[in-house]
């Protein structure tokens, strides 16, 4: 599974996102606004990279274990 994206985009009222990615290209975009977000991310081994913006009450955790990690998180 070289080719692991996630993209996932929601608007208000209850926010909800899980993901879990094990190995190869892992990319995880995510944009959540208003309302009551909350974002969980396991990226585990190879390309990670996660970018999160939350806009509203916000919670946010990641693990990324292992290889090229970078996440980058904007939360007003």
Known sequence: NAA?????????????ANVIQSGYGNTVTLQQQGDNNLAE???????????????????????QIGNEMVVNITQY
């Open 41 to 63: 991310l396991t990226q585990e081994g190879n390309a990670n990279i996660a970018n999160i913006q939350q806009f509203g009450e916000q919670n946010f955790t990641v693990h």
């Open 4 to 16: 692991n994206s996630i993209f996932i985009s929601q608007e208000g009222i209850g926010n909800m």
